[in-house]
């Protein structure tokens, strides 16, 4: 009865290891998640804000927020994605919870400063 028991620890702790996802997946996010942003910013960008004091234009509103939301998603996303790619990097050149936690936050400012420095060269 013990080695049945010995058997099925050993196959959870086979079951529950981290598995690194595929690099092309990694990619294929990031591409999907740019082009979200993209098409989202193109959206809004074509949508006027005057258009909220026409009554006539009313019905295109939650359609903007919509798109907002969509393009706001996939942009933390990107942010999250970016930054992931870089945590074995940071983990090596910190030497507490602390730096790791500081140079992550760091490295998320960034790749959200670069974001927005993109979609302001796009316009």
Known sequence: MT?????????LRQAFQPIEPPAELEERLETRLASLVELAADELDAWELSAIG???KW???PR???VAS???A???GLVLVRTQRRRHKRRAASDNVLELVEHTVRDLAREAVKLID???RRR
Request: charged share 30%; hydrophobic share 45%.
């Open 3 to 11: 080695d049945r028991a010995g058997d099925f620890e050993t196959l």
């Open 54 to 56: 026409d009554p006539r």
């Open 59 to 61: 019905p295109e509103i």
């Open 64 to 66: 903007a927020v919509a």
């Open 70 to 72: 969509v393009g706001g």
């Open 74 to 76: 996939a942009a933390v």
């Open 118 to 120: 993109e979609a302001q």
